[in-house]
């Protein structure tokens, strides 16, 4: 292959050894490299020149270094390698085999593990983590990892396949935390959310709640009667389909014509920030004291 060809299916990115394969000598590598031609990433691993270091360069120039024969991919670089997340994280997730030996290099994330090859992929090249891997790890690393999963549930993956990947990858750095998103986005009623609204506000000393309040037609997942309060919570969207959307909106409409205060909370913003969702259901029933 002749290197401009090698270079656009690259992003740019090439090691010495295909510099070598398409003609170029070491010696040459090396002066362009001394002249600023091209700049060297990482040992044996360039970007050529008239080439802007962007996210899947990084990505390919890691994977590159780690050894393109037995490296993976992983977590939120894998993630965004197929289009699952908008930018790649500043650290590029590489996993090898145990046996193989890497010195940890800046802005790699390396890790040695077996990886199971029902959860790897070759996408553009790159041996990647599957979607449904890729997706579980992702989860675990970002800070609103339950928002993603469930976005990546709607668009994404599947949950069986989903389901599948954690139980092969059981005991692994992590599974812990994915078995309890796992959990979560598996409860289709909801009541996953209910029980954590119900504990974080027995935790908080607040009363006078009650579960399923009648109204009209309806019933109120979780009610203030006395404050005319109420709480309405929703599970992982993934399970919401569009009669559900327009039934929960048409509620919410109706709650709000009665002259109820209605709050909206979802299991992710339950689950993430609990303390904060607490202090407007607090705010909310003081104002109906005030008013």
């Excluded at 993630?79 to 940890?104: C, E, K, N």
Aim: overall charge positive.
């Amino acid at each position: 292959m002749q290197l401009h060809h090698l270079l656009a299916r690259q992003a740019g990115v090439v090691t010495l050894a295909q510099a070598v394969g398409c003609g170029v000598s070491a010696g040459t590598v090396q002066r362009w490299t001394r002249e600023g031609t091209w700049r060297r990433l990482h040992p044996s691993v360039y970007l050529a020149g008239g080439h802007r270091l962007t996210d899947e360069a990084r990505i390919r120039a890691a994977w590159l270094w780690a050894g393109a024969d037995a490296a993976v991919v992983t977590g939120p670089a894998a993630a965004f390698w197929q289009h699952m997340l908008p930018r790649a994280p500043a650290l590029i997730d590489v996993t090898v085999p145990r046996h193989m030996h890497r010195r940890p290099r800046p802005g790699i994330l390396l890790q040695r593990r077996d990886l199971d090859r029902a959860d790897l992929i070759k996408d553009r090249d790159v041996l990647v983590a599957d979607r449904p891997f890729a997706a579980l790890e992702t989860a675990v690393a970002l800070p609103d990892g339950s928002t993603f999963l469930d976005r990546a549930l709607q668009r994404y993956v599947r949950f069986p396949a989903l389901y599948r990947s954690y139980t092969r990858n059981l005991g692994r750095e992590g599974s812990s935390e994915a078995g309890r998103l796992i959990t979560a986005a598996a409860d289709r009623a909801d009541s996953a959310a209910e029980r954590l609204l119900v504990k974080l506000l027995r935790e908080a000393g607040i009363g006078g709640w009650v579960l399923g309040h009648p109204f009209g037609p309806y019933r109120i997942d979780l009610a203030f009667p006395a404050k005319r309060v109420a709480v309405e919570v929703d599970g992982w969207a993934w399970h919401v389909d569009a009669e559900r959307f327009r039934n929960d909106r048409r509620k919410g409409n109706a709650i709000t014509r009665g002259r109820w205060d209605l709050l909206r909370f979802t299991w992710h913003g339950l689950d993430g920030q609990p303390a904060e969702s607490i202090a407007e259901i607090i705010e909310t029933l003081a104002l109906s004291d005030a008013a």
